[in-house]
């Protein structure tokens, strides 16, 4: 809220403020202030038809709760300020049964056990936006937790699409202004001055609507996690109820080794795999073969493959 607002004006009692600050947060602590907000969500829910509410925030809150609080209550305003949050989103659901709640905080700053079990997180962070290595850590590392996520791409190019895939991704791509802004710059050349490949983005599309359920699966890191430029990093999606999975694997841009031996797991013992490798080649083997190692190969750096496999009758 921003002050001479019209909540500002008719319930300054709602608001949190600080001295000297035209900001205001109104405080869902405050059961009135929730009870007027739910209300007020809910009709424009109703009224627009709305299915997916995305709600941001992008303030520092904690200056305005330690404000409010005397000193040996710190923490209340809080506690009640988050406790509101909850309500207030349960309220959304109970009336509305198929919303979709997106949660955004400056990216993934609200990404809890609780706001988890209430939304999804298509946007789940600010960092760097669409830098291909910090998102490829970011997937192995949220997905030992989290099963649906999703982040942008800035670019229909392989490397960079393979490392935002998730169940979700944003597609921040211009048609009509093919060169990658700055600061969406890629750690590969890319000639700014070459059409928009359209060929390319319809690819990439399609790639993912076919393995977007596979992220639903059981997560396996293939390889250790790493945030350096220099390594391999893979991991590795199984659904057991389709008998299916992928396994995406990345060669860093200053990775000098090609070729990489990953162990896949989750397999049915004693059963044989089908593997498509979108870039290539269709092969057979056994589960205990792919236990003991799969040899891939990326000749070039930066370089990604993706390998989707099915169990065999």
């Known amino acids: 809220m921003h002050q001479g607002t019209w909540l500002d004006r008719e319930h300054p009692e709602w608001l949190l403020s600080l ?3 035209p900001n205001r947060l109104l405080n869902l602590g405050n059961e009135d202030a929730r009870r007027w907000l739910t209300r007020h969500i809910l009709g424009m829910i109703k009224r627009e038809g709305i299915r997916v509410f995305r709600q941001d ?3 520092d809150p904690l ?3 330690r404000a409010t609080d005397e000193s040996d209550r710190q923490g209340m305003t809080e506690i009640r300020h988050i406790e509101g949050l909850y ?3 349960d309220a959304l659901l109970k009336r509305n049964e198929d919303l979709i ?3 955004c905080a400056s990216g993934g700053r609200r990404i809890d056990l609780e706001t988890v079990s209430r939304s999804v997180a298509l946007w789940r962070t600010d ?3 669409f830098e291909p290595n910090g998102y490829q850590s970011h997937t192995y590392g949220i997905s030992l937790y ?3 996520t999703s982040t942008g791409s800035g670019y229909p190019e392989t490397y960079s699409f393979r490392s935002s895939m998730n169940n979700g991704i944003v597609l921040a791509w211009n048609p009509y202004q093919p060169s990658i802004p700055s600061p969406w710059k890629l750690p590969f050349p890319v000639d700014q001055g070459e059409a928009f490949p359209e060929e390319d983005a319809l690819r990439l599309i399609s790639e993912f609507m076919r393995v977007r359920r596979l992220f639903f699966g059981d997560f396996y890191p293939l390889t250790p996690h790493s945030v350096t430029d220099d390594i391999w990093i893979a991991y590795q999606f199984h659904r057991e109820d389709l008998r299916q999975g992928m396994v995406l694997a990345f060669r860093r841009h200053r990775c000098p080794t090609s070729t990489m031996s990953l162990k896949l797991k989750g397999l049915s013992p004693m059963h044989h795999y089908e593997l498509l490798f979108e870039d290539g080649a269709r092969e057979y083997f056994t589960a205990d073969e792919l ?3 799969l040899d891939i190969e990326i000749g070039k750096s930066p370089g990604s493959l993706l390998i989707t496999y099915r169990e065999l009758p």
């Open 87 to 89: 309500a207030f989103w």
């Open 291 to 293: 236990a003991k190692g």
């Open 57 to 59: 925030f992008n303030m």
């Open 146 to 148: 989290l099963p649906s």
């Open 101 to 103: 709640i997106d949660n």
């Open 127 to 129: 960092y760097q936006y």
């Open 19 to 21: 001295p000297g600050s």
């Open 63 to 65: 200056q305005y709760w």
